[in-house]
């Protein structure tokens, strides 16, 4: 039987600095009551000047690896999934691999926008599963308070900064049941970032800032998260009653209120914590799933969907047989690679 990639660490990171919507009152034609009733965000994270994507990731790595109890000199490949990279090259990955002492690893970045970390998890997944590797880190981590345009009132409400993180690891349980990944790159001009390009139309070498069209955005959400979900449970064999938590990506509270509905789920049921960090793109679903467990919301057996949109355009879901985080105990037989590990 292949081995399972279980998620054995979760880490995140949240800097210091609030932004409360009544700060932003201060720098937009806004009010904390319209930016809770669009989007439920109540405040959300800026990162210090002496912090970037890669400083952290690291940060979050850390917190994952220690739970895994993992050494990072027994990593075998690094995942940073970004919109936000330290610089366009080399990938913040290598960054990571290097600040944490992960010597052995190999180190790649993968950008999906808001899809990325579904996608870089998906990834490292099936290194495991086909059995070239047994412990890989997959990160999200955003500094988009650097490259949001903080006089649109369209869009710097709702993007911010965090780092989440996971380990897999080679198991004979627990991991992804089934995932789906879709893109419809004829949505491109409805969500992208103008800034360093090679593209001539949209490079800027002065700025760097999101453009959004908001309305055509939140349609595709809720349709795209559900029908993704529908078809990541239906892949694993299971029905929509059998999920016991979604893990919708961050990005406004009425989005993962609708798609929970259109499901046929109780809002009980989805992980909510958009309200204190804003959408983080990559980030948010492994800060929402850290913050999960904290809440004591996953338990061993679960089915869990992870379900996110965004920039792409771009869409995916996947459902995960939760097994308890933490090192791998008597009752978990280690499998051992068969192929390339080592
Ligand atoms: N503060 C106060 N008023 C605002 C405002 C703001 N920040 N932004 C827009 N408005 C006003 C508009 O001018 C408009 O006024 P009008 O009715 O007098 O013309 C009204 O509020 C409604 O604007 P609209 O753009 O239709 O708002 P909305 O309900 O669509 O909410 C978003 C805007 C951006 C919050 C919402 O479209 C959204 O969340 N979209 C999805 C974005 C997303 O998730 N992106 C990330 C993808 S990963």
């Known amino acids: 039987m292949n081995p399972r990639a279980r998620i054995s660490g979760l880490g995140k990171y949240l800097p210091e600095k609030i932004l409360t919507n009544a700060d932003l009152e201060k720098l937009v034609d806004t009010s904390d009551a319209w930016i809770q009733e669009r989007t439920g965000i109540r405040e959300r994270r800026i990162a210090a000047d002496n912090e970037s994507a890669s400083t952290m990731a690291i940060e979050a790595a850390r917190q994952a690896l220690e739970q895994a109890e993992i050494d ?13 990279p330290d610089g366009l090259f080399p990938a913040t990955a290598s960054l990571v691999q290097n600040g944490l002492g992960a010597g052995r690893a190999g180190a790649f970045d993968v950008n999906a926008a808001c ?4 996608s870089g998890l998906a990834t490292g997944a099936q290194f495991i599963e086909t059995g070239a590797y047994k412990r890989v ?24 900064d965090a780092a989440g993180a996971v380990v897999l690891e080679a198991s004979d349980r627990g991991g992804p049941l089934s995932f789906v990944l879709h893109s419809d790159g004829s949505g491109a001009d409805k969500l992208f970032a103008h800034g360093p390009a090679t593209r001539k139309d949209i490079a800027d070498r002065d700025c760097h800032f999101i453009s959004m069209d908001g309305r055509h955005i939140f349609k595709f959400a809720v349709q795209a998260m559900e029908s993704a979900a529908r078809e990541a449970i ?35 049921r989805a992980m909510i914590n958009v309200d204190r960090y804003g959408n983080t793109s990559a980030a948010s679903i492994p800060v929402a799933l850290r913050e999960a467990w904290e809440e004591g919301r996953l338990h061993e057996g679960d089915r869990v969907v992870l379900m996110t949109f965004g920039g792409g355009l771009a869409w995916g879901a996947m459902v995960l047989d939760w097994a308890p985080v933490g090192p791998l105990t008597a009752a978990v037989t280690p499998v051992h690679a068969t192929a390339g590990g080592n």
Request: hydrophobic share 50%; with cysteine; proline share 4%.
């Open 115 to 118: 899809v990325g970390f579904l």
């Open 137 to 160: 880190l997959v990160i999200g981590t955003e500094v988009l308070s650097r490259i949001v345009d903080w006089t649109d009132r369209g869009t710097c409400l709702l993007f911010a």
């Open 72 to 84: 990072p000199a027994d990593l075998d490949l690094v995942i940073v999934a970004t919109t936000s």
């Open 234 to 268: 239906a892949k694993a064999g299971l029905e929509i009653d059998d999920i016991d938590l979604l893990v919708p990506h961050q990005a406004n509270l009425r989005i993962i209120r609708a798609t929970a509905k259109a499901l046929g789920l109780p809002e009980e």
